[in-house]
């Protein structure tokens, strides 16, 4: 969305405009029009798109906010859409994401989550090297039962100033009872002079990591309310974006580490206003968000709103 057009206020006028045209409109703008019909259109925010405020983990300072890399890597919670991920990896070509990043930079957000591939390793290092950029990369990795550290590796000779264990990956060896095996990948991590940290979807992982005494830097940890039309129609325990989002809540209050909230925005389910107020309200350190290059700098704005507002939120700031 760019910030001089207000999608919802276009489809009304020119529905209003044109009767004829609501006949052409998609099912998705039908919706969108529906959506507005039950709560007042939120318009574009105002304010600055500069200046994201700042915070650290370890010595690493980090825009509150940074951008995730799963629309980059054309890895899409589409739910059961078949095209999207087609149709991401279309749109982001080398150019559209460097394109993003400097905007990202532009802003403020100084930091990106991006996948360990190969994909991501070109595209990074062709934007430190051609464009001069100085984005800061922490790498999402992988690992096995024989193998816990030699993604972690990888990544950080290929220039990641952060790296943490998939959210995925943790919950499963969480729930076979290895999270010895976690600290092993994270202590690695840290001996090589980034910092390291452990992701979750089950707030299960935090737990286990907390229990075993983990020397962790950070925790990726998924958080947003139920407060959309999917998460209504299945029982909460089936949610696997954020399963117990209050038990999170509540844990995370006595967790002294900082906090990186993800999936915020349930896959686009919730608004990025709600979703990040809701996050930060709630404990999160730092948000991470994926964003197509026109929505960036709107969400910055956002962000910052929700920063500098009234936030009641329980949780210290843990950076």
């Keep these: 969305m760019s910030e001089n057009l ?3 206020n276009f489809l009304k006028k020119s529905v209003i405009a044109s009767p004829a045209a609501a006949l052409a409109l998609s099912l998705e703008e039908k919706a969108l029009l529906g959506a507005t019909s039950r709560r007042p259109a939120a318009g574009v925010p ?12 370890g010595n690493l300072k980090i825009s509150r906010m940074f951008c995730g890399g799963n629309l980059i890597s054309g890895f899409a919670h589409s739910r059961d859409l078949i095209y999207v991920s087609s149709l991401l990896k279309s749109y982001f070509t080398d150019e559209k994401v460097m394109e993003t990043f400097e ?64 959210g995925g990956v943790a919950d ?17 991590i840290k001996q090589n002079g980034v910092i390291a ?38 029982p909460e325990n089936d949610n696997i974006w954020s399963k ?11 967790v002294d580490k900082p906090w990186i909230a993800y999936k915020v925005m349930a896959a686009g389910a ?28 709107e969400d910055v704005i956002l962000a910052k709103d929700a920063l500098s507002g009234e936030i009641d939120r329980q949780r210290p700031w843990r950076s």
């Excluded at 105002?46 to 983990?57: F, L, N, Y």
């Excluded at 990888?154 to 998939?166: R, S, W």
């Excluded at 940290?197 to 309310?225: I, Q, R, W």
Aim: aromatic fraction near 10%; include cysteine; proline fraction near 3%.
């Design 6 to 8: 207000n999608r919802r």
């Design 46 to 57: 105002g304010g600055s798109a500069k200046g994201m405020p700042m915070g650290k983990i």
């Design 103 to 166: 905007i990202c930079e532009e802003t403020g957000i100084n930091t990106a989550i991006l996948r360990l591939d190969e994909h991501c390793i070109r595209i990074i290092k062709k934007y430190w090297n051609n464009r001069g950029g100085k984005l800061q990369w922490i790498a999402q990795v992988k690992m096995t039962t024989t193998d816990p550290t030699g993604e972690a590796k990888k990544a950080i000779d290929n220039g990641a100033t952060g790296v943490y264990v998939h």
């Design 172 to 188: 499963k060896f969480v729930e076979n009872g290895r999270a010895d095996l976690l600290g092993k990948a994270v202590d690695f």
């Design 197 to 234: 940290g452990v992701g979750g979807h089950s707030v299960e992982v935090p737990m286990a990591c907390e229990k075993e005494g983990l020397n962790v830097d950070f925790y990726m940890k998924t958080l947003h309310s139920h407060k959309y039309w999917s998460a209504e129609r299945q």
């Design 244 to 254: 117990t989002p209050a038990k999170t809540v509540e844990f995370m209050k006595k």
């Design 270 to 297: 919730i608004h990025p206003r709600e979703a990040f107020k809701y996050a930060y309200e709630n404990g999160a350190d730092f948000i991470c968000a994926g964003m197509f290059d026109f929505q960036v700098r």
